[in-house]
């Protein structure tokens, strides 16, 4: 019976991914109730943004650079076609304000941050150092988890705004220094086109977004992982895949509400 | 101290305990021992609250151990130490940072005493001079020690030890079973150790309970396990090759494995 076996695949697989959805929803739950300690403790949360911000900062500032450098030529030679050319500072600024930034950094953090946080967590597990705090009577969500989660949250707007900035300048560096366009044209069609709430607001709240997902998906994967190697090994994996694919769809949603109609 | 009646446990439909009865008190010092599955680590779970029982009970100090919410068992937990089978130390911490790492969690003491506390604690276990150094840089043995220091950080009345001699050499070995006399002694508290060691744990342990698919088969002095006849014991004791405990997985006919014709 091929067929019924099929559909018991798919019925098990389905049944188990709504599981996992529920267990990491009550995990995020479980995350923001026992919050009040990390804050009251704030330096746990500092030595956190160290290991994932601060950490993560030289990729995303050289990866923004490039970023910024491609989008400069090739928004140059399309605007050229048009003779718009110097309409490439705000080209440059939204692209990455509003959707490069948010989106290429929350990926990269995922890479960087989140599979290093879900692989900690992870091996934490796997050598029993979760299950000796809790015989110690110290809640691991809170201690372990809760910073954590909030220095993801903190560092994801932060990194997506150094991202953005590095892109700025690398468009300025081919733009402006290179090919030599314009340098007040640039800088002022810039001002002009980029709206506070409209363009930086809206990329601070999709990374912000992002943050949450991608470093409660890391966690989750992390103190969820089979205590082995291949588990361990397995939850990094999916840490990196499924933030990947949240981000990507979660940025379709809110690019759908926050920019429809303008 | 401890009090086990009619435990019974199962994960889905699968026993795992069967009636275990024990009762353990106050200043003794006892090993479980068995096979690997016959459930020895699974008790010392349900006695540090890990998991409820499907039917029976563990009292500690006069308290149901499962009717316990998390703040009780919390509560409960803080009189209790438990060492884990290697070591389990937070590897993000210092020695130092981990044997202070319950003091800072559960008390109000200034640095200053935790400083003598952590140095005293690490003192009795030899290793004072290590404090500075991270657990990548211990032995195996060391790791076991610093770990049995945390472990008997707030002085607890119950302390557990789940496999204690696993993976030591010669030395560490009868080292870490003094220790585990000594401190037992030291701080009027009640041990549990789970372990496979036979002889390193007959010479220093009160009483012996044997364990075999989830039931106790004997009981005992160490003395009266010496001497005894019964076969599952005589062969654990002894590590005689084959005896109730088959050197053969079961299979099938050996002959028509090999395709023999009888």
Same mark, same amino acid.
């Given at each position: 019976?091929?067929?019924?076996?099929?559909?018991?695949?798919?019925?098990?697989?389905?049944?188990?991914?709504?599981?996992r959805?529920?267990?990491?929803?009550?995990?995020?739950?479980?995350? *923001?109730?026992?919050?009040?300690?990390?804050?009251?403790?704030?330096?746990?949360?500092i030595?956190?943004?160290?290991?994932t911000?601060?950490?993560?900062?030289?990729?995303?500032?050289?990866?923004? *650079?490039?970023?910024?450098?491609?989008?400069?030529?090739?928004?140059?030679?399309?605007?050229?076609?048009y003779?718009?050319?110097?309409?490439?500072?705000?080209?440059?600024?939204?692209?990455?304000?509003?959707?490069?930034?948010?989106?290429?950094?929350?990926l990269?953090?995922?890479?960087?941050?989140?599979s290093?946080?879900?692989?900690?967590?992870?091996?934490?597990?796997?050598?029993?150092?979760?299950?000796?705090?809790?015989?110690?009577?110290?809640?691991?969500?809170?201690?372990?988890?809760?910073?954590?989660?909030?220095?993801?949250v903190?560092s994801?707007?932060?990194?997506?705004a150094?991202?953005?900035?590095?892109?700025?300048?690398?468009?300025?560096?081919v733009?402006?220094?290179?090919?030599?366009?314009?340098?007040?044209s640039?800088?002022?069609?810039?001002?002009?086109?980029?709206d506070?709430?409209?363009?930086?607001?809206?990329?601070?709240?999709?990374?912000?977004?992002?943050?949450?997902?991608?470093?409660?998906?890391?966690?989750?994967?992390?103190?969820?992982?089979?205590?082995?190697?291949?588990?361990?090994?397995?939850?990094?994996?999916?840490?990196?895949?499924?933030?990947?694919?949240?981000?990507?769809?979660?940025?379709?949603v809110l690019?759908?509400?926050?920019?429809?109609?303008? | 101290?401890?009090?086990?009646?009619?435990?019974?446990?199962?994960?889905d439909?699968?026993?795992?305990?069967?009636?275990?009865?024990?009762?353990?008190?106050?200043?003794?010092?006892?090993?479980?021992m068995?096979?690997?599955?016959?459930?020895?680590?699974?008790?010392?779970?349900h006695?540090?609250?890990?998991?409820?029982p499907?039917?029976g009970?563990?009292?500690?100090?006069?308290?149901?151990?499962?009717?316990?919410?998390? !703040?009780?068992?919390?509560?409960?937990?803080?009189?209790?130490?438990?060492? /884990?089978? /290697?070591?389990?130390? /937070?590897?993000?911490?210092s020695v130092?940072?981990n044997?202070? /790492?319950?003091?800072?969690?559960?008390?109000?003491?200034?640095?200053?005493i935790?400083?003598?506390?952590?140095?005293?604690?690490?003192?009795a276990?030899?290793?004072?001079?290590?404090?500075?150094?991270?657990?990548?840089e211990?032995?195996?043995?060391? %790791?076991?020690?610093?770990?049995?220091?945390?472990?008997?950080?707030?002085?607890?009345?119950?302390?557990?030890?789940?496999e204690?001699f696993?993976g030591?050499?010669?030395?560490?070995?009868s080292?870490?079973?003094?220790?585990?006399?000594?401190?037992?002694?030291?701080?009027?508290?009640?041990?549990?150790v789970v372990?496979?060691?036979?002889?390193?744990?007959?010479?220093?342990?009160?009483?012996?309970?044997?364990?075999?698919?989830?039931?106790?088969?004997?009981?005992?002095?160490? !003395?009266?396990?010496r001497? %005894?006849?019964?076969?599952?014991?005589?062969?654990?004791?002894?590590?005689?090759?084959?005896?109730?405990?088959?050197?053969?997985?079961?299979?099938?006919?050996?002959?028509?494995?090999?395709?023999?014709?009888?």
């Amino acid at each position: 019976m091929p067929a019924t076996n099929t559909i018991r695949i798919i019925g098990h697989r389905a049944i188990n991914a709504v599981w996992r959805i529920g267990l990491a929803s009550r995990f995020f739950f479980l995350t *923001l109730l026992y919050s009040g300690s990390s804050f009251r403790r704030f330096r746990l949360i500092i030595r956190e943004l160290f290991s994932t911000g601060v950490l993560s900062l030289i990729i995303i500032i050289v990866a923004g *650079l490039f970023v910024g450098m491609v989008l400069g030529l090739q928004g140059y030679e399309t605007l050229k076609r048009y003779g718009s050319e110097s309409a490439l500072g705000s080209m440059v600024a939204l692209s990455l304000v509003r959707e490069l930034g948010p989106v290429v950094a929350a990926l990269l953090f995922a890479s960087r941050a989140g599979s290093a946080m879900t692989a900690e967590i992870g091996l934490m597990k796997a050598t029993e150092q979760i299950s000796a705090m809790e015989m110690m009577a110290v809640n691991p969500i809170a201690r372990i988890v809760a910073p954590r989660f909030w220095a993801g949250v903190i560092s994801m707007p932060l990194l997506a705004a150094m991202f953005s900035a590095a892109g700025i300048f690398g468009g300025y560096f081919v733009g402006v220094v290179q090919i030599g366009v314009d340098e007040g044209s640039f800088w002022s069609q810039m001002q002009a086109a980029v709206d506070f709430r409209e363009d930086i607001l809206n990329g601070v709240i999709k990374s912000f977004a992002f943050g949450t997902v991608v470093t409660v998906i890391a966690l989750f994967e992390g103190y969820d992982a089979p205590p082995t190697a291949e588990g361990v090994s397995g939850a990094t994996t999916r840490t990196v895949v499924t933030s990947s694919l949240a981000i990507l769809m979660l940025d379709f949603v809110l690019t759908a509400i926050m920019f429809r109609g303008n | 101290m401890v009090e086990i009646r009619d435990l019974n446990f199962a994960y889905d439909k699968r026993p795992v305990l069967e009636g275990i009865n024990m009762t353990i008190p106050k200043g003794s010092l006892i090993a479980i021992m068995g096979l690997s599955g016959c459930g020895k680590t699974t008790l010392l779970r349900h006695i540090g609250g890990s998991l409820k029982p499907t039917r029976g009970y563990v009292k500690v100090g006069g308290q149901v151990i499962h009717e316990l919410n998390q !703040d009780g068992l919390y509560v409960m937990r803080r009189k209790m130490g438990m060492l /884990f089978q /290697f070591g389990a130390l /937070f590897t993000d911490m210092s020695v130092y940072d981990n044997v202070a /790492f319950q003091m800072r969690e559960h008390t109000d003491l200034p640095e200053e005493i935790i400083h003598d506390l952590v140095l005293m604690k690490l003192h009795a276990v030899g290793l004072r001079g290590t404090y500075s150094l991270m657990p990548s840089e211990l032995s195996g043995g060391m %790791s076991r020690r610093v770990a049995l220091a945390r472990t008997v950080a707030l002085d607890p009345m119950l302390i557990m030890y789940d496999e204690p001699f696993a993976g030591l050499d010669p030395i560490s070995l009868s080292v870490v079973g003094d220790l585990i006399r000594r401190l037992n002694d030291a701080l009027g508290a009640t041990s549990i150790v789970v372990t496979h060691d036979v002889q390193e744990s007959l010479k220093i342990v009160d009483h012996v309970y044997f364990m075999a698919d989830g039931v106790i088969v004997a009981e005992g002095t160490p !003395d009266e396990i010496r001497a %005894s006849d019964k076969d599952y014991v005589h062969q654990f004791v002894h590590g005689e090759m084959d005896g109730p405990v088959p050197f053969h997985y079961p299979g099938r006919d050996y002959r028509q494995d090999l395709n023999l014709q009888v």
